[in-house]
């Protein structure tokens, strides 16, 4: 079955970038998301990229997707203390259904 | 205000209790999904519903059930709760389109 991994946790000073890695295997694949939850609370959408894509900026957000090594990156510009959450990558899958599969989520901590 | 609401908060259970997890969502999405969040493990899904009046199992359904009367109810059902079943669950609900999902609070079980 599909399966989305990623590192547990991640470390960094305020004001470095933050990059936060993610491996996949279903190669049909359509959408890749990037989710954040912050303590607390529900998972919220941060961005997504079309998997024709290899790149996708959103101010401080930048996306890379590399289909061949089916892996995900999501990288921080200028992390700042409310940046510090858990991030989840996901992918949309060619099931029967709607099927999105999580990986375990990295927990960003951000250090000022 | 638009979007998913799920109750109770959290929950403290005995064993062998019958317990039912609300959510409702008023963004007239097709399709719901209940997912149960462990740590190390992320969002694992347990039932989905494509649209009203169909469910589906997910990758963990065994002890839950669910109905989907109509389009903004997605009650889970725990029969015969186990400790095993302590965790936090999530319900969503998503478009077509980019699928992307839009998560309730959460509610925080606990079974003793």
């Known amino acids: 079955g599909e399966d989305v991994e990623q590192s547990l946790f991640l470390s960094v000073r305020e004001g470095d970038s933050s990059v936060i890695n993610c491996t996949y295997t279903?190669?049909?694949?359509?959408?890749l998301y990037w989710y954040k939850q912050e303590p607390g609370a529900g998972l919220q959408l941060l961005t997504y990229?079309?998997?024709?894509?290899d790149m996708k900026q959103d101010q401080r957000l930048t996306v890379l997707l590399n289909k061949k090594d089916k892996h995900l990156s999501l990288r921080i510009a200028d992390t700042q203390t409310g940046d510090s959450a858990i991030y989840f990558c996901a992918e949309l899958g060619s099931g029967g259904y709607q099927k999105v599969t999580f990986g375990t989520g990295t927990k960003l901590q951000v250090i000022p | 205000i638009a979007g998913i609401t799920q109750a109770p908060t959290s929950q403290i259970l005995a064993a062998g209790r019958r317990m039912t997890l609300r959510c409702t969502q008023d963004?007239?999405?097709?399709?719901m999904y209940w997912y149960r969040q462990d740590l190390g493990l992320g969002l694992r899904l347990i039932h989905y519903?494509?649209?009203?009046?169909?469910?589906g199992k997910g990758e963990v359904p065994d002890g839950y059930s669910v109905s989907r009367a109509n389009t903004d109810d997605f009650p889970l059902t725990l029969a015969s709760a186990v400790p095993s079943q302590t965790s936090v669950y999530f319900c969503?609900?998503?478009?077509?389109?980019?699928?992307?999902?839009?998560f309730g609070p959460g509610t925080r079980l606990t079974v003793l």
């Open positions: 519903s494509n649209t009203a009046g169909t469910t």
């Open positions: 279903d190669s049909s694949s359509t959408y």
């Open positions: 969503a609900s998503s478009e077509q389109g980019n699928n992307e999902q839009f």
């Open positions: 963004m007239r999405h097709n399709a």
């Open positions: 990229i079309f998997s024709n894509m």
